[in-house]
């Protein structure tokens, strides 16, 4: 949700944010909603401030036996009681349909966010990490996950398309990729593990931007849940509807959870194999911050992903998303993408978005700054909201079974995950 105060100050500014995002001009619409709005609210306060002017007045022409002007006075009264209903239910008409308005634009870019349509127009930032060398074709996971218990078909006969079974070797290496990440996030950057909702309600998804525009991205439930598509919904609704003190933050939370996706948008895309399902396990992260500290934390987080990469060292590229390829909440995201030697090319694995505000607007969370200097308490803020995959695991063993193939069909551990396999070092195809 944007702050309406910026746009009535600068209209051109908002409408020219919002074509860098592909969105059509929208300032005039919601400042003539907010000034017809406001002219309702001024007017309602003036005819109550009326109403109770002219009640006491009746007294005193009772009082002084002018029966004319008490008479005169008890109709206006009527009718100011009349009006009053009237213009509370219009101003509430027309603040349901700014909300409306709003609630469909997405955040506005960072400056620094560069101008594009789609994902050829991101920018590197930075790669890191050498891509293996093999002495053989290296071949894509969909072809080696078979023999280590990625299987496909039993998956799709259970539950359709784009749900996988996982088993055996396969099984146990996504345990212990998820069981990796949790624990350095945990252990060696300060993130609260979490073991959140894995449904929730509407107004935890409106919060963080799914609804109303992107319902058809999700599941919902027979009696009107909604499966998480991220454990970012959960975690950033921790602080719904809360005014937090600023010695609290930043907060930091961390969570392993399914999570599942319509794919509606995705038709035809990554059919094959395990990149693109409906249901996957990923390691999220959410911080929430002073306004002051989002910059340096988005850098954060997007390092603390990066370590992970680094320590199963697995070749990488940060990529700065431009303003087209970015989320509908996003004021600027990094994604991390993975190199995967058997399609030879980089995938993504980890996106970290700061969001400023706008999911805060949304759910209504706030701080409480310390006090000044004079002893004085100020006035509340909106924090601002960052999240980010610490990673996607269903990728990560993806990622591991391509760049750690041998040519026999095994994949060797890599050593950071030996001890969450009991120190085994590679795993064997079944025969």
Known sequence: MHDIRLIRDDPDAFDAALARRGAAPSAAAIVALDRRRRELITEAQGAQARRNEASKAIGAAKASRDEATAQALMAEVAALKQRLPELETEEAR????LDTLLAALPNLPYPDVPDGADEDDNQLVHARGTPPAFGFTPREHDSIGPALGLDFETGAAIAGSRFTLVRGPAARLQRALGQ???????????????????LV??????????????????????????LIPTAEVSLTNIVREQILGEDVLPLRFAALTPCFRSEAGAAGRDTRGYIRQHQFDK???????????????HERMTSCAEGVLDALG?????????????????????DLEVWLPGQARYRE??????CTDFQARRMNARYRPAKDHQGGEKATRFVHTLNGSGLAVGRTLVAVLENYQQENGAVAVPEALRPYLGGLTVLEPRA
């Open 180 to 198: 990796f990440m949790l624990d350095r996030l945990t252990r060696e950057h300060g993130y609260e593990e979490v073991a959140p909702p894995l």
């Open 201 to 226: 309600r509407d107004e935890a998804v409106y919060g963080t931007g799914q609804l109303p525009k992107f319902a058809e991205d999700l599941f919902r439930t027979t009696d009107g849940r909604w």
């Open 349 to 354: 694995i980890s996106s970290c978005s700061t």
């Open 283 to 297: 390691v999220e992260m959410v911080s929430i911050v002073a306004p002051e500290a989002s910059e340096a934390e």
């Open 314 to 334: 697995l070749a990488y590229r940060r990529m700065r998303l431009c303003a087209g390829d970015m989320g509908f909440t996003a004021a600027r995201t990094y």
């Open 94 to 97: 027309l603040g349901g349909e």
